[in-house]
T-cell receptor, first 112, second 114 residues
């Protein structure tokens, strides 16, 4: 049973425009959410996180929004750059234990 | 430099053989994790450990075993009981609480079993 879902397997965006990657979760016990970026044959690298007590967190070009009532989070990348082309995973941590659950990933392609 | 080392990068084994994947970290992290990545499946948790000599099963532990004899090391053994062992295996580590407790990943090991 997939507790973290990324329903869009792929996304293409023009350079300079906004990329919006979406993630839904089902477990109301999740209290910490993260986004990772991954290139083929490499480990994921951490991008940005948000605690369940917040609804927005920004870091440079990256902003994560959390809507707890909808159990939905999104990652905004503005402006998008060709180097942003990668697979993006969202992840969530339950408030008990230390397990992190990952989505299936969205492959972002930024077109120059 | 602090980080996570996974070796080897590529591993080939014959069906029916057990194989052990290495994971070492020098980040002084308490928790360590093993994930498996398959196309279209995302990252699935195999095992995790929050403290030396203790570990818990993740969602897909069948056919795998682990040990945590040292804080720095968390080797994963893929046994012959694992039905579909060919995959990309990722090791990660994190603090248990406080700042920076997001998992930090190693470079991964690609295991091919034929």
């Amino acid at each position: 049973d997939q507790q973290v879902k990324q329903n869009s397997p792929s996304l293409s965006v023009q350079e300079g425009r906004i990329s919006i990657l979406n993630c839904d979760y089902t477990n109301s016990m999740f209290d910490y959410f993260l986004w990772y970026k991954k290139y083929p044959a490499e480990g994921p690298t951490f991008l940005i996180s948000i605690s369940s007590i917040k609804d927005k967190n920004e870091d440079g070009r990256f902003t994560v929004f959390l809507n707890k009532s909808a159990k939905h989070l999104s990652l905004h990348i503005v402006p998008s750059q060709p180097g942003d082309s990668a697979v993006y995973f969202c992840a969530a941590r339950r408030n008990t234990g230390n397990q992190f659950y990952f989505g299936t990933g969205t492959s972002l392609t930024v077109i120059p | 430099d602090g980080g996570i080392t996974q070796s080897p990068k590529y591993l080939f084994r014959k069906e029916g053989q057990n194989v052990t994947l290495s994971c070492e970290q020098n980040l002084n992290h308490d928790a360590m994790y093993w994930y498996r990545q398959d196309p279209g499946q995302g990252l699935r948790l195999i095992y995790y450990s929050q403290i030396v000599n203790d570990f818990q099963k993740g969602d897909i532990a069948e056919g795998y075993s682990v040990s945590r004899e040292k804080k720095e090391s968390f080797p994963l053994t893929v046994t012959s009981a694992q039905k579909n062992p060919t995959a990309f295996y990722l090791c990660a580590s994190s603090y248990l609480a406080g700042n920076g407790y997001e998992p930090y990943f190693g470079p991964g090991t690609r295991l091919t079993v034929t």
